[in-house]
């Protein structure tokens, strides 16, 4: 039977949409996808990508045809980020739990900006157990976060001001090193008054709990890098992107 998720959060649609847009500076992720691209490059393994949690597709659309022949595709769960999605990919609307896909179907897939990690640590497990699943063995997983210890140098952080449409925004985030959480409540008010509100928690590991984690639901690491050069992580990085190859089941 198809594992049942949590579904979609409040915090996303068009809260999210509307609030991160105008953050998405669009240098940072041509290099997003660059890194991308490469780190499919070496995957021997045939078969399709999927980008999990898409979104608008700011990776997907750039990607989709540039891997040597491979379909790729996104899902997510949000009907407002798919209907203005970027142009140039197929994308599903579809639960990250219960992907509809056959097992041993993809050769790769990818999830950015901490798609994989926005869930109770049980669904966490349960997901990256999903998603091993529905990889060829040796295919890849590729995630990107922010390192456990950058948050946790800054456990306090927030923002109070406009955006170019004329909302303004207010977000308050405080990180909690107990639970590993990054607790945040954002609020947008437009410019004709109405306002979206949300709380939502980001969970970040410290790298060796990571690498158990991952290897719990099937994965091999193959590298984690601090970010898009393909360095390692140090105390000053502010990304951790970690490359995964499912074992054999
Ligand atoms: C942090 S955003 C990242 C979007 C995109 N990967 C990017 O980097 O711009 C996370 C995305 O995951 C989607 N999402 C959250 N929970 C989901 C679920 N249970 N199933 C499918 N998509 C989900 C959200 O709608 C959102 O588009």
């Known amino acids: 039977m198809a594992d049942r998720g949590p579904g979609l959060s409040d915090f996303f649609g068009e809260l999210y949409l509307r ?7 669009g240098d940072v992720t041509d290099r997003e996808v660059e890194y991308l691209r490469q780190a499919f490059s070496d995957l021997r393994v045939p078969g399709p990508i999927a980008d999990l949690g898409c979104g608008h597709g700011r990776h997907a659309s750039q990607l989709a045809g540039t891997l040597g022949g491979r379909f790729l595709f996104g899902a997510d769960l949000d009907p407002v980020s798919l209907a203005e999605r970027d142009a140039g990919f197929d994308a599903v609307r579809a639960d990250l739990f219960r992907l509809p896909l056959a097992d041993r179907r993809l050769a790769g897939a990818y999830a950015w900006y901490s798609t994989l990690f926005v869930f109770e640590d049980a669904d966490i497990e349960r997901l990256l157990k999903r998603v091993a699943a529905v990889l060829k063995p040796a295919g890849m997983l590729v995630f990107h976060t922010v390192p456990y210890e950058h948050v946790a140098s800054l456990p306090v952080a927030g923002f109070d001001g406009p955006l170019p449409d004329g909302s303004h925004l207010v977000e308050k985030a405080s990180f909690d090193p107990a639970t590993g959480r990054d607790n945040a409540y954002r609020e947008l008010t437009r410019p004709d008054g ?6 939502f928690f980001i969970r970040y590991y410290p790298r060796p709990e990571m ?4 290897e719990g639901a099937g994965f091999k690491v193959k590298w984690m890098h601090g970010g898009l050069d393909g360095g390692p992580v140090s105390a000053a990085s502010t990304d951790l992107i970690v490359g995964l190859e499912r074992t054999h089941a």
């Open 194 to 199: 109405t306002v979206l509100s949300g709380h």
């Open 19 to 25: 609030s991160t847009l105008p953050f998405l500076a």
């Open 211 to 214: 690498a158990r984690l991952v």
